[in-house]
């Protein structure tokens, strides 16, 4: 009796993820960054009076300037999951190189961070906390994290995919926005497989 008790409060005191969406995404207004949703709109309503031509016109000033257009992908999951070490890696920086995501065996990254791809100027990448601690517990991530801003999203998982990145990937689905699932320390699994 007294470890049912304790997994309820402890489930009230962490809160859940997925029955915190409703309230989150009520306090939000998600929008299409890459083409405005005005734009989409005014394709729609062309190709529903059948004026192809003014459709096709819409879509070509919508594309011009897509090269120029910024992209932010948000790196998320558990907390040591190796998700700023795929940052440094999709950057081509070491750990130890000026400019890397800090790396460590405990909780590192406190905010979101933002790192610019070396190559991709239009590319940001954001290193997000770890979903799950006492400092970012579920029911509080996505307003954390400020989870709307971003255009895509990499779902990073050290182990067998959790609750909590199943319910981040319904978040996200939820916006109507793509993401990864990357599985990192694959390494360290075959390593102990063969032991």
């Known amino acids: ?42 394709i729609e309503l062309h190709l529903t009076k059948g004026d192809i031509r003014a459709a096709k016109s819409a879509i070509t000033d ?32 070491g750990h130890e190189d000026k400019g890397a995501a800090k790396v460590g065996v405990v909780e590192t990254t406190m905010k979101r961070t933002p790192y610019k791809h070396p190559k991709i100027k239009t590319l940001t990448l954001w290193d997000l906390p770890g979903i ?8 509080d991530y996505l ?13 990073v998982s050290a182990t067998h995919f959790t609750k ?11 916006m109507k926005k793509n993401y990864y699932l990357v599985r990192t320390k694959i390494d360290v699994d075959l390593e102990n497989e063969k032991k």
């Open 62 to 93: 919508a594309l011009k300037n897509i090269d120029d257009i910024p992209i932010n992908i948000a790196v998320t999951g558990e907390s040591g999951a190796g998700k700023s070490s795929f940052i440094n890696a999709l950057r081509g920086v």
């Open 143 to 155: 307003e954390k994290v400020k989870f709307q801003e971003y255009d895509f999203f990499i779902l």
């Open 1 to 42: 009796m007294g470890q049912a008790f304790s997994d309820t409060a402890k489930k009230e005191d962490s809160g859940d993820l997925e029955s915190s969406f409703t309230d989150y995404f009520k306090k939000i207004k998600t929008e299409n960054k890459i083409i405005p949703r005005e734009t989409i709109r005014s």
């Open 164 to 174: 909590l990145e199943l319910d981040l990937a319904k978040a996200i689905r939820f």
């Open 132 to 139: 799950g601690t006492m400092k970012f517990p579920p029911k």
